[in-house]
């Protein structure tokens, strides 16, 4: 059980997964937090912008070049949206009448709807930069079956869209010695920032049950 504890305290440290996995845990990673239920915990937008700056400052860690890194984390977004829609498509009636548990929460998907309601397909697109909507986007998107054609072309600009951006922002600034000596408190920072959308989300939605 310690050593089960263990693992999952590494798979929320960004620095961790790619120190103790590698390349192969670091796909694993962005595959499972971009369509599979157990991924809404994972740190997966400072996991994309820690792997650029240590391609950038530590590339022995990686042994791969920049463009490679993105191309291959791409690859895993994309195909973890895929299983989470085809989840969502074969499991999407079981899912509304599912209790909570450890790794499901209505509240998740409900928040999910209320950005879908909003921005429609683009919820896809957008909601790659947003913790939790990354994760029950694709899967709502399989429950309400949007078509096969429409989801794949708002999955690959969202995973291109959010790869590119994130990964080479912290290969640009992996080359910086301020940002090599404060990893952790960049972090801190981004989990912050990525976090006040939902907030304000739910917030809205608070306000509008109680009226």
């Known amino acids: 059980m310690h050593y089960l504890l263990e693992f999952l305290k590494q798979l929320t440290d960004p620095e961790s997964i790619i120190k103790y996995g590698g390349l192969s845990l670091l796909l694993f990673v962005i595959f499972a937090e971009t369509g599979l239920l157990i991924g809404f915990f994972l740190p997966g937008d400072s996991l994309v912008l820690i792997s650029g700056i240590i391609c950038a400052s530590r590339p022995e860690l990686l042994n791969i070049n920049i463009i490679t890194l993105e191309l291959s984390l791409i690859t895993s977004a994309v195909m973890g949206n895929v299983a989470g829609y085809w989840f969502g498509n074969k499991m999407g009636e079981k899912l509304l009448h599912r209790n909570d548990s450890l790794i499901f929460k209505k509240k998740h998907v409900e928040l999910t709807q209320l950005f879908y309601e909003k921005n429609g397909g683009k919820t896809l697109i957008l909601g790659r930069f947003l913790p939790i909507i990354r994760t029950f986007a ?34 640009r600034f992996g080359k910086v010695l301020w940002v090599q000596q404060n990893i952790g408190y960049i972090i801190i920072g981004l989990i912050i920032i990525t976090m006040l959308p939902l907030l304000v989300i739910g917030y809205k939605k608070k306000d509008k049950n109680s009226n």
């Open 138 to 171: 694709p899967i709502l998107a399989g429950m309400i079956k949007i078509e096969m054609k429409k989801f794949m072309l708002f999955n690959i600009i969202g995973a291109i869209l959010w790869i590119g951006l994130l990964c080479t922002i912290g290969f």
